[in-house]
């Protein structure tokens, strides 16, 4: 943690230390939650860490939300496969979870908005972190984005991951996509959905890459039964970190 900023660090390499930090909403709200919740006195952190990261309020046809960086969709989505928000504010009022909805409803929209554009988006949405054509690329993102809404990149890709990881925020827009995405053999394999694809290029991606998947994965559990959310916050140390950053519940 850079203690005169009060952000996470993002990486920690041998030769040059640590490296990055999170000024910004994005993947790392749980952090917050655990380094407040740890039993450990040597690691555990107060409020002023959580209310320090940026909070820069955008939108794209929704309401204004608390929008990260490059607006990928995953970036919404990480830390709520764990964490159960429904029902908590924040001491400013913020609900993490409709935060989350508004993001990925935005993202559907965008994608419906330029479907004309892009083959991909008349069949689906959700543009998040994946493989390209070109390569990983993890700037892939829907407006709002950055300052003035200019740092996210589109280049037709889709990964059914962004679709499916927001799918307790979103059913129907996430079911739609589903049973589209089932209807491209190309794009079905051995483990279900390949990574991604690209409709302008006639690209599909050959391999499947595990923290998609998992995000997949995790909120189809918690679409269906709430299964992870359960155990997650039956956890004492969750609740913990929860009650000490401010969060109050709200039923």
């Not at 041998?14 to 990055?20: D, I």
């Not at 407040?36 to 794209?60: H, L, M, Q, V, W």
């Not at 129907?172 to 589209?180: I, Q, Y």
């Not at 990574?195 to 994965?217: E, R």
């Amino acid at each position: 943690m850079t203690k005169s900023q009060n952000y996470f660090y993002m990486a920690y390499y041998p030769e040059k230390g640590f490296q990055g930090y999170w000024d910004f909403y994005a993947e790392q709200l749980m952090l917050y939650i655990l380094g407040a919740g740890t039993p450990n006195e040597k690691y555990k952190i107060d409020d002023t860490i959580y209310y320090s990261f940026k909070r820069n309020y955008g939108s794209y046809k929704t309401e204004k939300f608390i929008h990260s960086w490059f607006g990928s969709l995953f970036t919404y989505q990480y830390s709520h496969a764990w964490i159960d928000f429904r029902n908590y504010v924040d001491k400013f009022g913020v609900n993490w979870y409709t935060n989350s909805v508004l993001a990925s409803m935005a993202n559907y929209y965008f994608c419906q908005d330029n479907k004309e554009k892009y083959k991909s988006f008349t069949i689906g949405w959700g543009v998040t972190a994946c493989d390209t054509p070109n390569g990983y690329n993890g700037l892939l993102g829907t407006p709002p984005s950055g300052n003035n809404n200019t740092v996210h990149q589109i280049d037709g890709t889709l990964a059914p991951s962004g679709a499916l990881g927001s799918i307790v925020f979103t059913p129907k827009e996430s079911l739609w996509a589903l049973d589209n995405y089932y209807k491209m053999p190309q794009l079905v394999g051995k483990y279900g959905l390949k990574d991604s694809f690209n409709l302008d290029l006639n690209w599909f991606a050959t391999d499947y890459i595990g923290i998609d998947k998992g995000i997949t994965l995790l909120m189809i559990a918690n679409y269906k039964d709430e299964f992870i959310w359960k155990i997650f916050m039956s956890i004492s140390y969750i609740n913990d970190g929860l009650k000490k950053l401010g969060f109050s519940y709200k039923s």
